[in-house]
T-cell receptor
Framework: DGGITQSPKYLFRKEGQNVTLSCEQNLNHDAMYWYRQDPGQGLRLIYYSQIVNDFQKGDIAEGYSVSREKKESFPLTVTSAQKNPTAFYLC?????????FGQGTRLTVV | GQNIDQPTEMTATEGAIVQINCTYQTSGFNGLFWYQQHAGEAPTFLSYNVLDGLEEKGRFSSFLSRSKGYSYLLLKELQMKDSASYLCAVRVKGRGGGYQKVTFGIGTKLQVIP
């Protein structure tokens, strides 16, 4: 079955620690995106990538980093520089016309 | 940047029809998505419009007018399970036409009542 997988579903980290969220897809999509969603708010774009080894900053990239070493994988690192990291993180991959999200990772920093 | 506007909340009655509007202001428009998101879950893809007109998929239809920067999602024969947020997202062409940024409106929370 083709799809997009995020792991883990829930993640707890101590303040000051970096944490990496996984996103894998087997849809053969070129484009992959990371969004953040806070309670009662819309999705905000963190980073996006159209091809392997290239990516662009979205609207709220500060405190985050990404890599795109393989077409199937687009991991997101939430660094200690991100001032308010607790949120619901969503990864998406886009084909034409279909577009799919992973199940999301709910990150809580304590 | 992109300005994407949707009503924040709507209420409709089970069995009725509801229209959720989305307006946008952007350059390099290259398509509009609609998603459904139930509370606490990831969004699920509903439709994609890149040309003007109406696309129908069962109880859901989506319309686009590029000249007006306007889209709507039409839900027919509403069911209680349709209570969710509906997200409008716009894709724009990026540098060199290669990169395509997709940004979202805040979403419309629809409540279906008996």
């Amino acid at each position: 079955d083709g799809g997009i997988t995020q792991s883990p579903k829930y993640l707890f980290r101590k303040e000051g620690q970096n944490v990496t969220l996984s996103c894998e897809q087997n849809l053969n999509h070129d484009a992959m995106y990371w969004y953040r969603q806070d309670p009662g708010q819309g999705l905000r774009l963190i980073y996006y990538s159209q091809i392997v080894n290239d990516f662009q900053k979205g609207d709220i990239a500060e405190g985050y980093s990404v890599s795109r070493e393989k077409k199937e994988s687009f991991p997101l690192t939430v660094t200690s520089a991100q001032k308010n990291p607790t949120a619901f993180y969503l990864c998406a991959s886009y084909g034409i016309p279909e577009a799919f999200f992973g199940q999301g990772t709910r990150l809580t920093v304590v | 940047g992109q300005n994407i506007d949707q009503p924040t909340e709507m209420t409709a009655t089970e069995g009725a029809i509801v229209q959720i509007n989305c307006t946008y202001q952007t350059s390099g428009f290259n398509g509009l998505f609609w998603y459904q998101q139930h509370a606490g879950e990831a969004p699920t893809f509903l439709s994609y419009n890149v040309l003007d007109g109406l696309e129908e998929k069962g109880r859901f239809s989506s319309f686009l007018s590029r000249s007006k920067g306007y889209s709507y999602l039409l839900l027919k024969e509403l069911q209680m399970k349709d209570s969710a947020s509906y997200l409008c997202a716009v894709r724009v062409k990026g540098r060199g036409g290669g990169y395509q940024k997709v940004t979202f409106g805040i979403g419309t929370k629809l409540q279906v009542i008996p």
